[in-house]
């Protein structure tokens, strides 16, 4: 069966300090994997994929199929990064489904 | 563009009402969501369509919800009647479609609370 697991519901880092969110997942076939972030009083909004390889906000994920993980990095933590963070699996391409882990809380304090 | 428009945005209602909440998505997509989202957890799928059909229903309480995207635009999700643990965030949400995971585009929500 498809689950995403988010092993931390808060995670507290100074500001300046490396962050790393993390996700694992267990899918037996071609997973897509995704970040979705939603800051305080905003809707809920795509962060980056796997597919895409890029680095948005400083935030960076590689997909690990080994490991079956994509955790979340970013080197020197900011103020405006606390937010709630949902790692999510789709089947790829196909059917458009993603299922969602249940989420970090990122407290970054100043 | 114009998002993902919900209403109401929030909805206070006792058990055994009813209650219906409308979704419009972002012109042209093809596919459409309804999340539950429970207070402490992530978006739980309720049903997906593509176009005016149901992908995906079958985490859907039958017995009590439904829903329909009669002209393969805008959704209602029907609650009938409420029970206290159907309290939660109720997301809709839209993306292009076509079976190739396009990003999804998630609209305010509507807060229930079933009291």
């Known amino acids: 069966a498809q689950r995403v697991t988010q092993p931390e519901k808060l995670l507290s880092v100074f500001k300046g300090a490396p962050v790393e969110l993390k996700c694992n997942y267990s899918?037996?076939?071609?997973?897509?994997l995704f970040w979705y972030v939603q800051y305080s009083r905003q809707r809920l909004q795509l962060l980056l994929r796997?597919?895409s390889r890029e680095s948005i906000k400083g935030f960076t994920a590689d997909l690990n199929k080994g490991e079956t993980s994509f955790h979340l990095k970013k080197p020197f933590a900011q103020e405006e990064d606390s937010a709630m963070y949902y790692c999510?699996?789709?089947?790829?391409?196909?059917?458009?489904?993603?299922?969602f882990g249940k989420g970090t809380r990122l407290h970054i304090l100043p | 563009e114009a998002g993902v428009a919900q209403s109401p945005r929030y909805k206070i209602i006792e058990k055994r009402q009813s209650v219906a909440f409308w979704c419009n998505p972002i012109?042209?997509?093809?596919?459409l969501y309804w999340y539950q989202q429970i207070l402490g957890q992530g978006p739980k799928l309720l049903i997906q369509?593509?176009?005016?059909?149901?992908?995906?229903d079958s985490q859907l309480p039958k017995d009590r919800f439904s829903a329909e995207r009669l002209k393969g635009v805008d959704s209602t999700l029907k609650i009938q009647p409420a029970k206290l643990e159907d309290s939660a965030v109720y997301l809709c949400?839209?993306?292009?479609?076509?079976?190739?995971?396009?990003?999804?585009?998630f609209g305010p929500g509507t807060r229930l609370t079933v009291t």
């Open positions: 949400a839209s993306s292009l479609g076509g079976g190739r995971s396009y990003e999804q585009y």
């Open positions: 899918y037996s076939g071609s997973p897509e």
């Open positions: 796997h597919i």
């Open positions: 999510a699996l789709s089947q790829m391409n196909r059917d458009d489904k993603i299922i």
């Open positions: 012109s042209g997509h093809a596919t």
């Open positions: 369509f593509q176009n005016n059909g149901v992908v995906d």
